[in-house]
T-cell receptor, first 113, second 114 residues
Framework: DAGVTQSPTHLIKTRGQHVTLRCSPISGHKSVSWYQQVLGQGPQFIFQYYEKEERGRGNFPDRFSARQFPNYSSELNVNALLLGDSALYLC????????????FGPGTRLLVL | AQSVTQPDIHITVSEGASLELRCNYSYGATPYLFWYVQSPGQGLQLLLKYFSGDTLVQGIKGFEAEFKRSQSSFNLRKPSVHWSDAAEYFCAVGDRNAGNMLTFGGGTRLMVKP
């Protein structure tokens, strides 16, 4: 089975632009989470979606938004990009069970100039 | 709020030597605990996890970890390190009440000397 896939792999944007990152979960997984990993730090939780509903949100500004589609894929949108948004954006998928293990994709590396 | 501390930012060991990476967590109840490994430029690969039961858990690649409630620790161990183990290791705690949202530590970078 294919793992979590993310696109694009790399992206370069300039300040003030917006960006859309995409994630396809493992087949059968209905929950998708997004994390931001700034260079040299551990990942930080941004959003979790389950059955197209937002299930959790981390401490990120409203410039960050996400959605989940009927096929359980997901998009992360970031508006008005700042230099500090440069990071590796990781998507993780999991089954909708109490003991949920999250499986991560390879990430999208975003550079904001 | 939950938190994870990995006290060692960098660790260097010789190939064949034993390894222990430290992880301390803060969580109000019995936690879900995880260790992930990240190679340069890659995503996170799950090494092992603890949900309940036996406090010594076995993972992939010969790694194991022990949950010690009294010390709020979940240290990762390997008896004999291989050069291919050089990577960044992240400990994480999952919030049972929030869809297992993960809080990660800052990571420990492992270097392996030949």
């Amino acid at each position: 089975d294919a793992g979590v896939t993310q696109s694009p792999t790399h992206l370069i944007k300039t300040r003030g632009q917006h960006v859309t990152l995409r994630c396809s979960p493992i087949s059968g997984h209905k929950s998708v989470s997004w994390y931001q990993q700034v260079l040299g730090q551990g990942p930080q939780f941004i959003f979790q979606y389950y059955e197209k509903e937002e299930r959790g949100r981390g401490n990120f500004p409203d410039r960050f938004s996400a959605r989940q589609f009927p096929n359980y894929s997901s998009e992360l949108n970031v508006n008005a990009l700042l230099l500090g948004d440069s990071a590796l954006y990781l998507c993780a998928s999991s089954l909708p069970r109490t003991q949920e293990t999250q499986y991560f994709g390879p990430g999208t590396r975003l550079l904001v100039l | 709020a939950q938190s994870v501390t990995q006290p060692d930012i960098h660790i260097t060991v010789s190939e064949g030597a034993s390894l222990e990476l430290r992880c301390n967590y803060s969580y109000g109840a019995t936690p879900y605990l995880f260790w992930y490994v990240q190679s340069p430029g890659q995503g996170l690969q799950l090494l092992l996890k603890y949900f309940s039961g036996d406090t010594l858990v076995q993972g992939i690649k010969g790694f194991e970890a022990e949950f010690k409630r009294s010390q709020s620790s979940f240290n990762l161990r390997k008896p004999s390190v291989h050069w291919s183990d050089a990577a960044e290791y992240f400990c994480a705690v999952g919030d049972r009440n929030a869809g297992n949202m993960l809080t990660f530590g800052g990571g420990t970078r492992l270097m392996v000397k030949p």
